[in-house]
């Protein structure tokens, strides 16, 4: 299939194919099928992007608040109608499931939602009477343009943790979306238009590297946003903040859940399965790794786990009851194939192996669970990002807990058990950005903050939330003398505050 679709890059309200010279094929990776394909953005199409954002800035960061509020509120609105349209888009170019898709649809509205309320988060401190007649007051002002790169794996949710805020903020926005999976973010951003967006104020444009560096070096974009893979990130944050702009990298995962003998073994493997298998193991907060704490808790739950990953319903995203998908490419589908054979080679029990279910047509991984896993196994080691979780055997918690503060990532982490010591331990001491007790995935909800620690983030930062509203402002604190008739005279040296 080589005739090329009316996917666009979307800048200043209006449809404008890329002039770069790369086409990017986007699969279905259930069929393997290319569906559509796309022209790349290049540098001049990211030049015009910031340009008319710039200008667009000069209005929109003067609209007020509550009128920008007022545009998410409808934007929640057509968001929501448009939930199963959207749902579909990302599932069928990234293969996860219609529940899992409308999940993460549903998850970028929930930013929205707090985005209505921007009124009181910009709100700010004011102290009267600092010193006589003297008042301060702090304001968090919109940056200017900033601009967004995504990754493939949410392609919905992902670019709704950044452009609303920022937008919300009084910023404008250049949006550069993941080549592999971009139908549903441009469609969002007709959405953005439709709920009455002024133009130029959210720019969409799907490129890879050619626009990604055209991003990094463009002198009139003020932060940037990066989810995506750890090398990919980090050489962002450096050439961003080499160019003076504010970065926010989130990165790479391998997260952690810790099995104590006390917990309930139902519970645990429930979350197993939801956490190690959706999404077919593409999410940066999906469980990896399992420590379990003795012998004789491990050996109940692999026998607990085996049966339900062996009945794993694998298929297409809208089959009937279906529960895990494919991964992204035959790429993806090479490198998790390449680890599960690292694995045996270097000694782990695949207890499990999913690779019967590579026959398919489309790009099937099925679930893999790899016993006595050990530190320094790559299966243990490196982000595998597909479903095969790798199971660690420890004597002691102290052990499991030392594992993942020594782990490069520091993503998520959760511990299941009934003992409450234990519980406030791991969450006062793990080395990682968000931390969980009895929950699958501790992934944080929208009025919360998103991000890791160590190399799972670069910048001080996190995602969403009042750390989002903090990344896309900065502060001015202003000090004013009222009423006009007091005359302070000369000063030539420092004082205390109050004797100004
Ligand atoms: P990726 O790093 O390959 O791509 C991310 C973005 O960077 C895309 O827009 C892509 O076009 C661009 N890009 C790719 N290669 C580039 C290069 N050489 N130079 C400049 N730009 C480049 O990541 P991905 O495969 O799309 O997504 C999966 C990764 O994202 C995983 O590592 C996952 O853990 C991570 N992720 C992290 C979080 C988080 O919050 N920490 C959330 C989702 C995904």
Redesign the pocket.
């Known amino acids: 299939m080589k005739n090329k679709s009316n996917l666009q890059q979307l800048i200043n309200g209006e449809n404008v194919t890329g002039h770069s010279e790369t086409i990017f094929d986007i699969y279905n990776p259930a069929t393997g099928q290319v569906i559509r394909q796309m022209q790349g953005a290049s540098v001049g199409d990211i030049n015009a992007a910031v340009s008319v954002a710039k200008v667009a800035f000069n209005h929109w960061s003067q609209v007020t608040p509550s009128k920008r509020a007022q545009i998410m509120f409808n934007y929640r609105e057509l968001v929501i109608k448009n939930s199963d349209e959207l749902a579909r888009m990302v599932s069928e170019e990234h293969g996860k499931t219609l529940a899992d898709a409308t999940g993460e649809v549903m998850r970028g509205v929930e930013v929205i939602e707090f985005c209505t309320a921007i009124n009181s988060h910009l709100k700010s401190d004011f102290t009267a009477n600092v010193s006589e007649g003297i008042d301060s007051y702090n304001l968090r002002q919109p940056l200017g343009v900033c601009a967004g790169?995504?990754?493939?794996?949410?392609p919905a949710m992902?670019p709704m943790?950044m452009y609303p805020i920022a937008i919300a903020c009084g910023n404008t926005f250049v949006l550069?979306?993941?080549?592999?999976d971009p139908s549903c973010g441009l469609r969002l951003t007709e959405l953005m238009m439709e709920a009455g967006l002024p133009k130029g104020v959210l720019n969409t444009v799907v490129?890879?590297?050619e626009?990604?560096?055209a991003i990094l070096h463009h002198p009139d974009i003020s932060a940037i946003s990066?989810?995506?893979?750890?090398?990919?990130?980090e050489?962002?944050y450096h050439e961003g903040c080499k160019n003076n702009k504010r970065v926010q990298a989130?990165?790479?995962?391998k997260n952690h859940m810790i099995v104590m003998p006390d917990a309930s073994m139902d519970q645990a493997c429930d979350a197993i399965i939801g956490a190690a298998y959706g999404s077919a193991g593409?999410?940066?907060?999906a469980v990896a790794v399992v420590v379990v704490i003795g012998d004789e808790t491990a050996d109940r739950l692999i026998k607990q786990l085996k049966p339900m990953v062996k009945g794993l319903h694998i298929g297409k995203y809208d089959e009937e009851g279906v529960e895990m998908g494919p991964v992204?490419s035959q790429q993806?589908q090479d490198k998790i194939l390449s680890y599960i054979e690292q694995g045996e080679q270097q000694g782990a029990e695949l207890a499990i192996d999913g690779r019967s279910e590579t026959q398919r047509a489309g790009y099937f991984v099925g679930g893999c669970i790899f016993d006595k896993v050990t530190p320094d196994m790559s299966i243990y080691t490196d982000?595998i990002?597909g479903p095969v979780l790798s199971i660690v055997r420890v004597d002691r918690y102290e052990e499991a807990l030392e594992l993942i503060n020594e782990h490069e990532y520091g993503?998520g982490a959760t511990v299941f058990t009934r003992d409450g010591d234990t519980a406030r331990h791991f969450c006062m001491n793990v080395q990682v950005g968000m931390a969980g007790v009895n929950v699958p995935i501790p992934v944080p909800v929208a009025m919360h903050s998103?991000?890791?620690w160590k190399r799972?983030?670069f910048g001080t930062t996190s995602?969403h939330g009042m750390e989002g509203v903090r990344f896309y402002t900065r502060l001015k604190t202003v000090t004013t003398r009222w009423p006009s008739g007091i005359r302070a005279g000369a000063q030539f040296h420092f004082k205390r505050g109050q004797d100004v």
């Open positions: 790169i995504t990754p493939f794996n949410f992902v943790w550069k979306l993941s080549e592999k490129g890879d590297k626009a990604v560096d990066f989810v995506g893979s750890t090398a990919v990130g050489y962002i989130l990165c790479g995962a593409e999410r940066c907060m992204i993806s982000e990002f993503n998103f991000g890791g799972s983030l995602i």
